[in-house]
T-cell receptor, first 113, second 109 residues
Framework: DAGVIQSPRHEVTEMGQEVTLRCKPI?????LFWYRQTMMRGLELLIY????????DSGMPEDRFSAKMPNASFSTLKIQPSEPRDSAVYFC???????????FGPGTRLTVL | DAKTTQPNSMESNEEEPVHLPCNHS???????IHWYRQLPSQGPEYVIH???SNVNNRMASLAIAEDRKSSTLILHRATLRDAAVYYC??????????FGTGTRLQVFP
């Protein structure tokens, strides 16, 4: 099993640009989670999906952030426009059911200049 | 969400047992105790979880106090690859994992 796949692994962009992070969950998993990790705030849950439907987006910081899951094998997290304070490592995780063990991807390190 | 308290850091020598404590005095009856760890430059990974009884798996053991207000993750023989941040998380029958600051474990050869 390839595990959770995230791309890109590193992204450097300039303030104001649009950033799209991608995630492929483990095949057969029904739940997908997006997290953000910073030194100041630690690991925070941004949003999660169950059966491709967003269940809880209360962790999304503001309207500049949006997430989609068009099908069971793909999700995106978009930031538009990006700001330096969005610099962080973004993790995607999936689980077979909502309350099961979560399997994390390797993360995308985003730097906004 | 019920809160957990862990030491910021701990140290161990290679091949020695490590006991990582976690206090959760406000735990509710339906909260499971989960442990995840995060190796350097990687995403978190599941270690073990339990409700009331002690649990063992290939990675570690989980000892849960009788009153469930504390628990201990036990690594029986630490290796250099066990150096990581270990998170103790209380989780009821919901979707969310709420990560705290965890314990940074250093393992010395």
């Amino acid at each position: 099993d390839a595990g959770v796949i995230q791309s890109p692994r590193h992204e450097v962009t300039e303030m104001g640009q649009e950033v799209t992070l991608r995630c492929k969950p483990i095949s057969g998993h029904n739940s997908l989670f997006w997290y953000r990790q910073t030194m100041m705030r630690g690991l925070e849950l941004l949003i999660y999906f169950n059966n491709n439907v967003p269940i809880d987006d209360s962790g999304m910081p503001e309207d500049r952030f949006s997430a989609k899951m068009p099908n069971a094998s793909f999700s995106t997290l978009k930031i538009q426009p990006s700001e330096p304070r969005d610099s962080a490592v973004y993790f995607c995780a999936s689980s077979s059911q909502r309350t099961d063990t979560q399997y994390f991807g390797p993360g995308t390190r985003l730097t906004v200049l | 969400d019920a809160k957990t308290t862990q030491p910021n850091s701990m140290e161990s020598n290679e091949e020695e047992p490590v006991h990582l404590p976690c206090n959760h005095s406000t735990i509710s009856g339906t909260d499971y105790i989960h442990w995840y760890r995060q190796l350097p430059s990687q995403g978190p990974e599941y270690v073990i979880h339990g409700l009331t009884s002690n649990v063992n798996n290939r990675m570690a053991s989980l000892a849960i106090a009788e009153d469930r207000k504390s628990s201990t993750l036990i690594l029986h023989r630490a290796t250099l690859r066990d150096a990581a941040v270990y998170y103790c998380i209380l989780r009821d029958n919901t979707d969310k994992l709420i990560f705290g600051t965890g314990t940074r474990l250093q393992v010395f050869p």
